[in-house]
């Protein structure tokens, strides 16, 4: 594929990008410089519930990209025939704030097959390119305002590179905050949080509104459903998980931990299921976190830690 640099320079002159994509990419991989068509594929399906292999799948792109790979492999091996019939690569991107997207692979596409679930569409072999591997989640893009479209064509739509970074963690290894709906943490991703500078979006975040969350256990499926109520927010009870090697002094939690001091380092995860005001009072916390309760079922012995 031959990029028209006369084009390239005046995008790079009108929008103020001092390189593009476009530009990182090019004489890594020679089958790649030569592909006749190329996609730009920014993911960020806003739907709460998503069809993957005929199967219903909640969460966001981003999370599943993050903690489901396979799955979110299978959302996108499932295109549009029209769009994808002659595709000999994709560009893909993860959005993120705003219009910005997060680089996360270039794919060749091989077999196609009519989707069996839907009559419009192909499912696609798509192998990742290894030649890419080192670019892969470090470099942020501006998709554009004007046109945000999520799959677009590499040789003509040009994207400025607004930052190339360390990628889903910073160099001291705490995770990029998202958003609130987004946060999922380990146990060690929690302890980099807490231990954060303060000038950390984290802290920001976590201090300025209280929440109902929740604490699964990946060993067996267990929940534990928590609320944050007072000034210091979703920071000032979570901080005290890290203090206490994950218990935070709940007695259920503690007992698990008694046999092994390290099974929260290695097995929990701490997640925000609903934002609450910094005002909010331990009465109103409450009551929202016994929804929760229900809705998880982790009151039962067999699906929860919860005692009350």
Not at 92 to 110: D, L, P, S
């Amino acid at each position: 594929m031959k990029i028209d640099e006369t084009k390239l320079d005046a995008f790079k002159q009108q929008s103020g990008a001092i390189v593009t994509i476009q530009e990182i990419l090019r004489g890594r991989d020679a089958d790649f410089d030569s592909a006749k068509t190329i996609r730009l594929v920014r993911h960020a399906d806003n739907r709460k519930v998503k069809l993957i292999e005929g199967q219903e799948v909640h969460g966001t792109l981003y999370n599943l990209y993050r903690y489901q790979k396979e799955t979110f492999l299978k959302y996108q091996k499932e295109q549009n025939r029209k769009r994808f019939e002659n595709v000999d690569y994709i560009v893909a991107f993860i959005g993120e704030k705003g219009t910005t997207a997060r680089f996360v692979g270039v794919y060749k596409v091989g077999k196609k097959i009519p989707s069996p679930y839907s009559a419009d569409d192909i499912i696609c072999d798509m192998d990742i390119v290894d030649a890419f591997e080192p670019l892969t989640h470090r470099i942020v893009i501006e998709w554009g305002k004007s046109t945000v479209t999520w799959c677009q064509d590499y040789e003509i739509q040009f994207k400025s590179v607004i930052r190339i970074d360390d990628g889903f963690e910073d160099g001291e290894g705490v995770p990029r905050f998202m958003s609130y709906a987004d946060t999922i943490l380990s146990f060690s991703q929690l302890e980099a949080v807490i231990n954060s500078p303060l000038d950390n979006p984290w802290q920001t975040a976590l201090r300025s509104v209280n929440c109902i969350y929740v604490i699964s256990d990946l060993n067996n499926g267990k929940h534990y459903v928590g609320s944050t109520y007072g000034e210091k927010g979703i920071w000032g009870r979570w901080e005290s998980y890290i203090n206490t090697n994950g218990h935070g002094d709940n007695k259920a939690l503690a007992e698990v931990l008694k046999e092994d001091p390290n099974y929260a380092r290695k097995h929990f995860q701490w997640s925000i299921l609903e934002v609450l005001p910094l005002n909010i009072t331990p009465d109103q916390a409450v009551d929202r976190e016994n929804i929760y309760k229900q809705k998880l079922m982790s009151r039962h012995r067999l699906t929860g830690y919860n005692e009350n």
